[in-house]
């Protein structure tokens, strides 16, 4: 079945402590990005990464780390949390005309 | 840049009814330009899209929307929707030269069907 999957799908945590979600896809796409989802904000871009080896930053960057070392994987670090950085976040892979979303990792810094 | 609006944060309407949820867009280039439905507890899914050709596009559970360029605008609507339908929908626009990455999302619209 082609999906995008993210772990954990939830996660409290404390400030500071670094954690990271991963993201992998498998339909081979080149194309892949991390979404935070605030209430009354929508869905803003964290990063974004064209192929591997290479990302670019989206609207809401600070705070956050990405790596593109396989195509199929990109995970988003938070080097050190902060209450702020409470979301809904959403990884996605896609293609020239559709991207997919995986389901969500709820996470709560404390 | 590209960025999305949706007037309308929150929409009521009773079942069987009809139903349009607004979208107005704002970019200096041509644009793709799509509707995601987020059911509770669930990630986004795609519901229509707009890449060319005709402006009227619809999805296969009864949703349609049109793009007006005159307008700047990309509605959604359902001539009767149902319960199965209670989501927050979302509004979204890419440059086309870049195609359907980066995208720029509205702030949604909750759609709760009434009984």
């Known amino acids: 079945e082609a999906q995008v999957t993210q772990n954990p799908r939830y996660l409290i945590t404390v400030t500071g402590k670094k954690l990271t979600v991963t993201c992998s896809q498998n339909m081979n796409h080149e194309y892949m990005s991390w979404y935070r989802q605030d209430p009354g904000l929508g869905l803003r871009q964290i990063y974004y990464?064209?192929?591997?080896?290479?990302?670019d930053k989206g609207d809401v960057p600070e705070g956050y780390k990405v790596s593109r070392k396989e195509k199929r994987n990109f995970p988003l670090i938070l080097e050190s949390p902060s209450p702020n950085q409470t979301s809904l976040y959403f990884c996605?892979?896609?293609?020239?005309?559709?991207?997919?979303f995986g389901p969500g990792t709820r996470l709560t810094v404390l | 840049a590209q960025s999305v609006t949706q007037l309308d944060s929150q929409v009521p309407v009773f079942e069987e009814a009809p139903v349009e949820l607004r979208c107005n867009y704002s970019s200096s280039v041509s644009v793709y330009l799509f509707w995601y439905v987020q059911y509770p507890n669930q990630g986004l899914q795609l519901l229509l899209k707009y890449l060319s050709g005709s402006t009227l596009v619809e999805s296969i559970n009864g949703f349609e929307a049109e793009f007006n360029k005159s307008q700047t605008s990309f509605h959604l609507r359902k001539p009767s929707v149902h319960i199965s339908d209670t989501a927050e929908y979302f509004c979204?626009?890419?440059?086309?030269?870049?195609?359907?990455?980066?995208?720029?999302f509205g702030t949604g619209t909750r759609l709760t069907v009434i009984p």
């Open positions: 996605a892979s896609g293609v020239a005309n559709e991207q997919f």
């Open positions: 979204a626009v890419s440059d086309r030269r870049t195609g359907a990455n980066n995208l720029f």
């Open positions: 990464s064209m192929n591997v080896e290479v990302t």
